[in-house]
C-alpha cells in the first residue's frame, strides 16, 4: 500500500497567515492527488484534486502543488473558518489511502 | 444538488452483521461509481471499498482490513448504495460515509477521478458487547 505522510500533524497560525501544509507519497503517484478539510463532527470537504485542481466553490486563497511523492497544500491568507484539520489522499491506486491529518489551529 | 445520506448504523455486538445504506440524488446515480469510507472516532480517514456501475459490470474492490467482511452492492432502480457487515471486531468502530467520485481529470490522456466529492454525513457503527 501507499502510504501518505503529512507535515505537520498541527500547526498554529493567526488569521491573515500563509500556511502550507505538505504531504509525501511512499512512491510515485504522479499527480494523482486530493486534499480535503474536515470540521469537527462533519464530512470532509474536497478542496483541491489532481494536485492543483481547485475544487468548484473554494476559496482561490487554496492552492495545491507537487507531483510524483511530494505535495503541498497553501493557504495564502487564513480566515476564520478554515480552522479544521487537512487530508491528503492518494488517488493512484487501490487501496486510497489518507495522510494522518493536519491540525490547523488558531493561535 | 448532489446528496447523499447515510442509515443503518448502530450499537452490534462483536461478531454481529449490520448493513448501511446510502440513498442517493441530484445525479444520475446508476452511471456513478460509489465508495464507502470509514473514521474511527479521534482518528483518520480509511477507505473500505467501492462498486463501478452496471456498465463496469458491478465490480467491486475492498481494503483488505474488510475483505471478505463486507460487502459493497447497490440497487439502481432506488437510488441506493449498501454496505452489508459481518463478522464485526470492535475495530470496525467507526463513522462510515458514502461518497462518490469527483470531477475527472483528463489532461494526462486519460482520465482519472479516483478523489471523493460529495460525502454524505456519515452514520456511526458501533461494535461493542
Known amino acids: 500500500d501507499i502510504q501518505m505522510t503529512q507535515s505537520p500533524s498541527s500547526v498554529s497560525a493567526s488569521v491573515g497567515d500563509r500556511v502550507t501544509i505538505t504531504c509525501r507519497a511512499s512512491q510515485g503517484i504522479r499527480s494523482w492527488l486530493a486534499w480535503y478539510q474536515q470540521k469537527p463532527g462533519k464530512a470532509p470537504k474536497l478542496l483541491i484534486y489532481?494536485?492543483?485542481s481547485l475544487q468548484s466553490g473554494v476559496p482561490s486563497r487554496f492552492s495545491g502543488s507537487g507531483s510524483g511523492t511530494d505535495f503541498t497544500l497553501t493557504i495564502s491568507s487564513l480566515q476564520p473558518e478554515d480552522f479544521a484539520t487537512y487530508y491528503c489522499?492518494?488517488?493512484?491506486?487501490?487501496?486510497?489511502?489518507f495522510g494522518q491529518g493536519t491540525k490547523l489551529v488558531i493561535k | 444538488e448532489v446528496q447523499l445520506v447515510e442509515s443503518g448504523g448502530g450499537l452490534v455486538q462483536p461478531g454481529g452483521s449490520l448493513k448501511l445504506s446510502c440513498a442517493a440524488s441530484?445525479?444520475?446515480?446508476?452511471?456513478?461509481?460509489m465508495h464507502w469510507v470509514r473514521q474511527a472516532s479521534g482518528k483518520g480517514l480509511e477507505w473500505v471499498g467501492r462498486i463501478r456501475s452496471k456498465a463496469n459490470s458491478y465490480a467491486t474492490a475492498y481494503a483488505a482490513s474488510v475483505k471478505g467482511r463486507f460487502t459493497i452492492s447497490r440497487e439502481d432502480s432506488k437510488n441506493t448504495a449498501y454496505l452489508q457487515m459481518n463478522s464485526l471486531k470492535t475495530e470496525d468502530t467507526a463513522v462510515y460515509y458514502c461518497?462518490?467520485?469527483?470531477?475527472?481529470?483528463?489532461?494526462?490522456?486519460?482520465?482519472?477521478?479516483?478523489?471523493?466529492?460529495?460525502w454524505g454525513q456519515g452514520t456511526l457503527v458501533t461494535v461493542s458487547s
Open positions: 489532481a494536485a492543483s
Open positions: 441530484g445525479f444520475t446515480f446508476s452511471d456513478s461509481a
Open positions: 461518497t462518490r467520485p469527483g470531477r475527472p481529470d483528463c489532461s494526462g490522456g486519460s482520465c482519472y477521478s479516483n478523489w471523493f466529492d460529495p
Open positions: 489522499q492518494q488517488a493512484n491506486g487501490f487501496p486510497y489511502t
